[in-house]
């Protein structure tokens, strides 16, 4: 009997970037990191190869990671978990000068 496997998660939002260069669609992720939940799933679709590079660089930064990549023919699909940026909050632990 073959091992089961986890049912893919459904992407949050789709990127149909058609032949867009990497900027353009680097702009759409850093828009979708403040507008879906933690650790949402894109699916961003696209038939440029320099993409490519790009994607896996931005996953490799830290700020997402590439769940799947698929490539057919001249169309490549990647899934991407986003993750939150940082908190900017000050730490809970400093005192504050008010309280007093």
Not at 4 to 17: C, M, N, Q, R, S
Not at 72 to 94: H, K, V
């Amino acid at each position: 009997m073959p091992p089961a496997t986890e049912p893919t998660e459904p992407a949050h939002t789709v990127i149909d970037a058609g032949g867009e260069p990497w900027p353009r669609i680097l702009g759409l992720l850093e828009r979708c990191l403040g507008q879906l939940p933690d650790a949402g799933v894109v699916e961003v679709h696209s038939a440029n190869p320099d993409v490519r590079v790009g994607v896996h660089a931005w996953c490799g930064s830290g700020t997402g990671e590439l769940l799947d990549e698929t490539v057919t023919g001249e169309q490549a699909c990647y899934r991407i978990r986003l993750w939150p940026p940082p908190s900017s909050a000050a730490p809970s632990s400093l005192p504050n000068p008010e309280a007093s």
